[in-house]
């Protein structure tokens, strides 16, 4: 049995968090480690770009940017199995249910980051990559239809045309000479 409960893999959205057997409910996966830094020190780091800060709370922040953090793969997604839990001022990844083996641990980042990081619409987590198809599924279906009903409008009005042609196009009738008594 390995001694993590998870493997680094290649995921839909990069590199990300896979159980490698069963994890139990509200069982821990992994720490999330790297130094702490004070708030004004978090901030300056975050216009640098730094992705992987994890506020502990008002004072510290935890830059989970070295390597050894294996915590920072876990990936974002709307529909979590897991969530990060504090204890004793670290931060734990904790199964929010059953996870089985193969499948990507994840949990919900938080609005902020969503809206500011990644983006509602850019999102690609499984349950709003599905929302998506599902829409796109409507709209082609809804255009569908609409050019269907288009086409057969175009061929009633054509083979109306044919039956009874317009004034324009009608050809006079031959005149037959008068009889003559």
Same mark, same amino acid.
């Given at each position: ?24 409910? %509200? /069982? ?11 708030? /004004? ?25 070295? @390597? ?21 001022? @670290? ?11 193969? /499948? ?19 999102? @690609? ?27 057969? @409008? %175009? ?6 045309? %044919? %039956? ?18």
């Amino acid at each position: 049995m390995p001694s993590r409960p998870f493997r680094l893999a290649r995921s839909v959205t990069g590199l990300g968090l896979f159980a490698a057997r069963e994890i139990r409910k %509200r /069982e821990r996966i992994a720490e999330y480690k790297g130094p702490r830094v004070s708030t /004004e020190e978090a901030e300056r780091r975050e216009r640098k770009r730094n992705k992987y800060l994890f506020e502990l709370n008002q004072k510290i922040t935890i830059d989970g940017t070295p @390597r050894y953090n294996l915590a920072r793969y876990a990936n974002h997604s709307c529909n979590p199995n897991a969530e990060p839990i504090t204890y004793r001022k @670290r931060i734990y990844i904790r199964a929010l249910r059953r996870i089985k083996p193969g /499948e990507e641990i994840t949990y919900h980042y938080g609005m902020d980051y969503l809206r500011n990081v990644i983006g509602i619409s850019n999102c @690609r987590c499984g349950r709003c990559r599905r929302r998506r198809a599902k829409k796109a599924r409507i709209v082609y279906a809804q255009k569908q239809r609409a050019a269907k009903r288009q086409l057969r @409008r %175009r061929s009633s009005v054509r083979a109306a045309d %044919r %039956r009874s042609p317009g004034p324009a196009t009608r050809r006079a009738a031959p005149r037959r000479p008068a009889r003559r008594r």
